[in-house]
């Protein structure tokens, strides 16, 4: 009994303030068979809650269908326990990469979030831009940038966005002047 109190006095605060969820931290991204969608995200991003369900709604449609999705957060400020009040609130069921020195966000030129980058089989990048256009129009979509490019992809059609002018918050990788 001693024992079971022990274990929970020590795992339980950690699972109430702030603790992230260990089998959804990853250290690369594992390309998906068809793509693989990388989110750029903040944990302290309000514009990212915008998209809670179009994101949860191609997980659901997509996943299975071979593209693979990872959220990525660059930002210097993110920490383990940032990262894990993001999961909590936001509910998207994919992992993430805590991109600590800024390395992809360079590699992919994301410079926002939320910003998506889309590569396609072979790893080449294919798309970057925003999830889509709700943070311009008060919540309503109007182009669903990231929906339609999947679905192409999916269809091997050619993509009707290859690049897209990001919207919402600033990724901070550096303090530096010359990021």
């Keep these: 009994m001693i024992?079971?109190?022990l274990i929970l006095a020590l795992v339980l605060p950690a699972l109430l303030f702030g603790a992230t969820?260990?089998?959804?931290?990853?250290?690369?991204?594992?390309p998906g068979k068809r793509g693989t969608v990388l989110i750029f995200v903040?944990?302290?991003?309000?514009?990212?809650?915008?998209h809670r369900i179009e994101v949860k709604q191609l997980l659901t449609t997509t996943r299975s269908r071979g593209i693979s999705y990872y959220c990525v957060f660059s930002n210097i400020t993110e920490n383990d326990s940032r990262i894990g009040q993001f999961y909590r609130n936001i509910g998207w069921d994919m992992p993430y990469i805590h991109d600590k020195?800024?390395?992809?966000?360079?590699?992919?030129?994301?410079?926002?979030?939320?910003?998506?980058?889309?590569?396609?089989?072979?790893?080449?990048?294919?798309?970057?831009?925003?999830?889509?256009?709700?943070?311009?129009?008060?919540?309503?979509?109007?182009?669903?940038?990231?929906?339609?490019?999947?679905?192409?992809?999916?269809?091997?059609?050619s993509l009707p966005f290859t690049?897209?002018?990001?919207?919402?918050?600033?990724?901070?990788?550096?303090?530096?002047?010359?990021?």
């Excluded at 969820?21 to 594992?30: A, E, L, N, Q």
């Excluded at 903040?42 to 915008?50: A, F, N, R, V, Y």
């Design 163 to 179: 690049e897209v002018a990001p919207i919402g918050c600033w990724l901070v990788t550096s303090l530096s002047m010359q990021q």
């Design 3 to 5: 024992r079971r109190s």
């Design 42 to 50: 903040s944990s302290m991003c309000p514009c990212t809650d915008q």
């Design 101 to 157: 020195d800024g390395s992809l966000a360079k590699k992919f030129g994301a410079s926002h979030t939320p910003q998506v980058v889309m590569l396609d089989a072979n790893l080449q990048m294919i798309y970057r831009g925003p999830i889509d256009d709700s943070n311009r129009n008060l919540g309503k979509i109007e182009h669903a940038y990231l929906r339609d490019n999947v679905n192409s992809l999916l269809k091997e059609e």
């Design 21 to 30: 969820i260990p089998d959804r931290k990853m250290t690369s991204y594992v």
